[in-house]
């Protein structure tokens, strides 16, 4: 004798499944997300693209190109190590996450307003002239 699934059955593992993917879509610390499939050698920017005191997010190359002080160029992973959103803006001497309300610091990545108590990652660049790419 077989027995047909019931409809509660599918539904709780429907749910169960939907449940997974969301949680892995919204993003896991020890995940590799921050990863960037951009060969080393792409251009980014110029330097003049990138404001004194701010930064500029390329999303599809998931970094985040600094300038803390006038000619220091600093790069940084664009996920936030809180719960892996892609960070939105830079402003006020920060990289700021949408999410949660986390702050980065732009001349470290270190944290500078939780939720998030891990700096963002650093990403190699190179600045030759005014071109800034990824190393």
């Known amino acids: 004798m ?26 896991n610390e020890n995940s590799d997300s921050g990863s960037s499939s951009v060969e080393a050698g792409t251009e980014l920017a110029k330097t003049s693209e990138i404001p004194v005191g701010g930064g500029k997010i390329f999303k599809d190359e998931k970094v985040v190109v600094t300038q803390p002080k006038e000619g220091e160029f600093k790069a940084f992973s664009d996920i936030c190590t809180h719960q892996g959103c892609q960070v939105t803006s830079v402003s006020d001497g920060t990289i700021n996450c949408p999410c949660h309300g986390s702050k980065f610091n732009i001349t470290d990545g270190s944290v500078a307003n939780p939720p998030a108590n891990k700096p963002l990652p650093e990403k190699q660049i190179k600045v030759s002239g005014d071109s800034i790419q990824l190393a």
């Open 2 to 27: 077989t027995h047909s699934p019931t409809r509660r059955t599918i539904l709780l593992t429907t749910g169960a499944a939907t449940l997974t993917v969301g949680c892995g879509e919204y993003g």
